[in-house]
């Protein structure tokens, strides 16, 4: 892996919105509209976040109607897998972390009872 894609990828963890979706989606794939309600954000700031995310190379993004899901990528390279386990693993009694899982079961439970 170059140095470039390596810096781009640390610009991409520099924010505290993209270290949640991250948390998030190693849980579950996830709408944008879900993503958005256990975050508390505009969908528009949301999508810009998830572009970087995409364009990184830590999401993945399968569009289904209207709906767009995401979900985390398994990376093949070892320093990228590492970077996620960091955030995964290494943030994971972060209060904020642990409170997006939290709502995250709550999202869920009333978006996917109602398909």
């Known amino acids: 892996m170059k140095i470039k894609k390596i810096r781009q990828m640390m610009k991409t963890l520099s924010d ?3 270290i949640r979706v991250i948390n ?3 849980k579950e794939e996830l709408s944008v509209t879900e993503i958005c309600e256990i975050l508390d954000v ?3 700031n949301l999508s810009k976040h998830l572009g970087r995310l995409r364009l990184t190379g830590f999401v ?9 899901y995401y979900s985390l990528v398994t ?9 996620i386990e ?8 972060d209060d904020i972390l642990e409170q997006d899982l939290k709502k995250m ?3 869920l439970a009333i978006s996917r009872a109602s398909e």
């Open 16 to 18: 505290d919105t993209r």
């Open 24 to 26: 998030l989606l190693n």
């Open 42 to 44: 505009q969908q528009s």
């Open 60 to 68: 993945n993004d399968n569009r289904e109607g209207f709906n767009v």
């Open 75 to 83: 990376p093949d390279h070892g320093a990228h897998r590492n970077l």
């Open 86 to 93: 960091a955030i995964t693993v290494g943030l994971a009694d």
């Open 105 to 107: 079961k709550e999202v």
